[in-house]
């Protein structure tokens, strides 16, 4: 038997046919971009998820010529698609590293008690469907108004292939709209985004039957799916106590847990794992600005990954330059959507290769402190900690961040994690049986983690002038 996995991430769509021990058969992905056309805003045209998925499924099954038993969906989180009856997108989707709904944000955080908030799971941001869809009332009631459906990336793409509407725990626990203790849609957050609860599709479990999906000439028995990180967990066997860091668009620093602990600091999120509501529940410390300002910064100077990498290969060094890599606000641990990028410490001396270094230390150093700050909070992290995600194939930018988190690192044979979760779920399971092993362990280097520890200092201090100048 075997079964194809999609997962709709942010800047690519991936599929991938995998066998029921887990390994990937064949697999093949297309990337696309995220607009922005005002400053803070991050849109995604869904026609053009579906025709890049449309594509992908159709290398894999041409590429395998196998006729996959079942589907299962991935998808990137807290963006919101708002369709008509037909399913037809009103509206670009607003995704989540938007920060358009600042103001709304701000006002959840006064008009609701901590308590309640603790229940949703999150603190009150810009980017999830509670704060987008307070954003769309007030400036886009009519397109509400003609409304038929609002749903999470992943749920509107099955849709739109032909499968049932609904959602899973693991995605509506990221919406600010769900109460992620009691497994439900919460009254009075949907009250407070002041959006029909109508428009909100039924929560079913993870593996529950998502209807028949067209996926090239055949049609293929799907599940509802899970969120992207609920779906690694899954694709990665962990359970209670263990977790992983993980580095795409964005960087995840994740830690299973052994009941529905929630974080009265709202620092980081609480979010549910694939399943039935209430099967489980995982920490993560969310940081924005990992690839996505990595390839910002690239794109400013014309270079790639390839050359910034090599510079790196040279070693840090004491007057390189420091780059503060929040060009889209921040999430854990600052919790601040007008976070800002910036450079320091230009020289005569800087040349193009330091300059590409403090992109790439910059990006680390997010990534080690959403690592800290799970950590500060008590969710303690496994030894090795296992390092997944696109971002993570370089063996001198893993080093890097083993250096900034001063975590050993474990490189695991699960480069698709996130899209083996999303098969399995296909298949009605909820993590794989025999978890992965890793191919190499990256220690970090002593000298290095205290230079680096020193330099995050010196980034945390900008950071706290942005905040109070």
Sequence with gaps: MTMLGIDLGTGSVKCALVSESGQVLARASQSYSVRSTQPGWAESDPNVWLAATQNVVMRVLTESNDTPSSVGFSGQMHGVVVADRHL???????????????????????EMDAELLAHLGSPAVPGFAATTLAWLGRHESDLLARASHVLQPKDWLRAALGGSIGTDPSDASGTLLFDVEAGQWSKEAVTWSAIDP????????????????????????????????????????????????????GSQTVRVLEGPTLDSSLCTHTFAVVGEPGAGWYRIGAVQNAGLSLNTALKWFGSSIEEATAA??????DDDPLYVPYVAGERTPFMNPNLRGSLHGLSLGTDRSALLRSILVGVAQAVALGAITVQNIGASLPRPTPLVGGGTHDPVFRQLLADSTGLPLAVMDAPDAAVIGAALLGAGLTSLPVPPNWSDVVVPNRETVEYLRAQRDIMIEKITEQENP
């Excluded at 929560?203 to 529950?208: H, K, L, N, P, W």
């Excluded at 790196?312 to 060094?317: D, K, Q, S």
């Design 312 to 317: 790196l290969a040279e070693g840090v060094r």
């Design 88 to 110: 037809k997108p009103l509206r670009p989707a607003i995704l989540w590293a938007d920060s358009r709904a600042a103001t709304e944000a701000e006002r959840m955080a006064r």
């Design 198 to 249: 109508k428009l909100l599709p039924p929560v079913r479990a993870s593996q529950s039957n998502g209807g028949l999906v067209k996926c090239g000439s055949q049609e293929i028995e799907s599940a509802i799916g899970g969120a992207d990180t609920a779906c690694v967990v899954a694709g990665l066997g962990l359970v209670p106590g263990q977790g992983f860091i993980a580095v795409g668009s």
